[in-house]
């Protein structure tokens, strides 16, 4: 029985450690690097080999944060696009409303990054139009290409976090499975205690 005891916090505290583990590193998200291009995201594919990739960060931004970025590459068969003038549009997909429309501006680089604050909980759609300088075809009608984003709740942190689901599931495991084997081992003495 006295070995039982002495066993007990050492059992404890390494069920606590395992879980404060699993749910660190199932939580943790590592940065994407963006050199020179942007990279994964969805990519529009538009005619004449053009086309325009969008690579949100966060990649579900949540409403009111502003540091959420939409970060877009302007290609054609695989390589940046210079000198072209870009408009964008920001609509709410259900209602239509357009909440912000940025004037055709010129990028001498057409990796481009635009800090954006969602102000409500809804689903977006994003259109993107650009007039490549030099292109006889598509200086005067534009590349168009639509994205649709995500904006969700602040204080929903779960819908997005797989990992942290499954972390919270393999702690509750582990201690499951630690209660089940202490409880097992204290049965076992009081039976070998009964026994002598």
């Known amino acids: 029985m006295n070995e039982l005891r002495g066993d007990t916090p050492k059992i404890v505290f ?17 940065p994407q690097p963006a050199e020179a291009h942007f990279y994964g ?12 990739l969008f690579v949100p960060f966060p990649g579900t931004p949540n409403a009111g944060d ?3 970025t939409l970060n ?14 870009v408009s964008f549009t920001i609509k709410e997909r259900d209602s239509g409303s357009v909440e912000e429309q940025v004037p055709y501006k010129f990028y001498e680089f057409s990796d481009i990054t635009i800090p ?9 759609v ?6 490549v300088n030099g292109d006889s075809k ?3 009608n534009p590349l168009v290409a639509d994205f649709e984003i995500r904006v969700k709740d ?8 797989p990992p942290l689901i499954g972390g919270i599931g393999v702690g509750l495991a582990i201690v499951a499975i630690a209660s089940f084997v202490y409880l097992k081992k204290k049965r076992s003495l009081k039976r070998a205690a009964r026994r002598k």
């Open 116 to 124: 954006y604050n969602f102000q409500k909980i809804a689903t977006y």
């Open 154 to 161: 602040p204080n929903d942190i779960l819908s997005d976090n």
């Open 72 to 85: 877009f590459s302007i290609l054609q068969d695989g390589f940046n696009v210079d000198n072209v003038y």
């Open 41 to 52: 995201g969805v990519t529009k594919d538009l005619d004449d080999g053009y086309q325009v």
């Open 66 to 68: 502003n540091s959420t």
């Open 14 to 30: 390494l069920l606590y450690l395992s879980l404060i583990f699993s749910i660190i590193a199932s939580s943790v998200m590592l």
């Open 126 to 131: 994003i259109t993107v139009e650009t007039r």
């Open 138 to 140: 598509y200086q005067a």
